[in-house]
C-alpha cells in the first residue's frame, strides 16, 4: 500500500534538500524514573513494547520511494520491506557523571545528524546514564512525517496513560496506527499542529503525484513574489548570520502556575507569556553581547493553530509574525507590548503580510500550506522560530516509569542561529533552545533570561 506525500510534506523535504545546513526534523528529548525495581528498562523490552505498537499499516513502518523531490518526480510513502525496529531504536550512554552538561552536550551532537531517508524517518534512542538512575528516551521525526511540535505528540502516542495498562484498554499508540490509514486523515491533520482539520485538504490522500507536482511549482512562484514584495524585511542581528551543520542544546523549565498567573493578572494569553519570555531572554543574550537591538521578529507557528478557520478562508496569516519589543527594558511594558501585538495581528488584515491572505484566498487549502510553509521559513522574513505546543492534561509513563522532564526541539533554518520551543507537561513548562555550535556559544544566557523574565513577570501578577 503506497501513500502520497501531502504538498506541505514535499515542501518540508525540499526545505532540507536545497540547504545542507538545514535539518528538518523535529523531536524531544523525555527523561523518566527509574522503572519499578530500579535501573532502566531494556533495550529488548522497549523494542518489544514498541514493535507491537507499531502496526503494519502505520506509516512508521514506511519509506520514501525515493530520497528526494525534483521538478517531475515525488516520493510516495511505501511500506519497507526490510523494515527492522532495531535500525530505528537504539541505545546509547551519557559520560559520567550524567548530569545536565553531559545531556545537553549529547542533545546536541544527536540534534546535529540528519534523517537516513532510505529508512522510515524517524528514530529512537535509550539513553542512559543520568543522574540518579534515570533515563531517556530520545526521538527525531522528520518535518514531513509530523508537523512542528506535533512531534512530541506523536513520541507521546507511544507511551502510556498510566504505570500498568490494563490488558485490552485503549492506549495513546491507536493514534500511531491511524496515522497509517487512509480514511482517518483528520487524526493526521489534528495532530500535524501548524494547520488544522479545516485547511487538511492537502493531506488527503486523493491528490495524485501530477497534482502535487503543479502544487508544488505554483506554491514555489507565489512563495517567492510574495516573499520579494514584502516591504519590511526582518532586521539583521548576530543571531541571523550563516550557520553550520552542529547544534548547542539547552532548556529550561519553570511552573506553569507562574505563567497561568501572569495570563490571569496581566491578560492575554499562556502563549503570550512563552513568546515574552524568549524575548527576555534575547535581551539578556544581546545585552551580554553588547549589541542593540530595537526590532527582532518572531515567525509563531502556535498562532496558526489559534486562527485555523480564519486561515481556511486566507485571512489573519500577519498572526505569522510577532515583534518581540526586546528594545524594551521593562518586562511587564514588554509582556504587554507583545500581548497587544499578538492580539492585533490575529484580527489585522492591512498589513502587508494581510495583502497575502488575499492573494491567497481564492486558492485551493493545498496552495495555502505549500505557500505557508515556504513563506515561514523564508529567513529574510523572521529573525528567530518561537514555537508553543499544548500541555498533556496527564501523566505519561514508559514502561512503568513516569515521565519528569521533557525537552522539545524544533529545527533552526539557513540564517537563523536560534530556535525556541516549549512545552506545557507535569505541571511545568518546558523550554528546548536549539542554536548553531559556532554562532550561540552563550546559550544558557539565554536559557537564565527565559527563567529570570517568568519570575519578574509571575512576581508582578502576583
Sequence with gaps: MRSHLSPLDATFLEIEQADDVTHMHVGAAMVFDPVPGGGRPSLQRLREQLRSRIEDVSILRRHLSMPAVSQFALPVWTPDPSFDIARLIRRDSLPQPGGEGELMSWLGDYFSIRLDRSLPLWEIVLLEGLEGGRWALVGKFHHCLVDGISGVNLVAALLDAQPEPEEGATTLA??????????????????????????????????????????????RAMASRLAREEPVRATPTSLNRPIGTGRRVAAADVPLDDLERVKRALGGTVGDVVVAAAAGGLRTLFEHRGEQVDHFRAVVPIDLRQATESLAMGNELSSLLVDLAIAEGDPLRRYRMVSAATSELKGASGSALGRIAAELSDMSPPVVQSVMARLAFTPDLFNILIANGPAPPITLYSLGAPMRRIVPMVPIFSGQALSVAAMGYDGRVFFGLNADRDAVPDLDLMRAGIEETIHDLSRVAA
Design 174 to 219: 491507536q493514534l500511531v496506527v491511524s496515522l497509517g490509514e487512509e480514511d482517518s486523515r483528520a487524526v493526521l491533520a489534528r495532530l500535524r499542529g501548524v494547520v488544522g482539520e479545516a485547511i487538511s485538504g492537502g493531506i488527503d490522500a486523493a491528490i495524485r503525484p501530477l497534482d502535487v507536482t503543479r502544487i508544488l511549482g505554483k506554491s
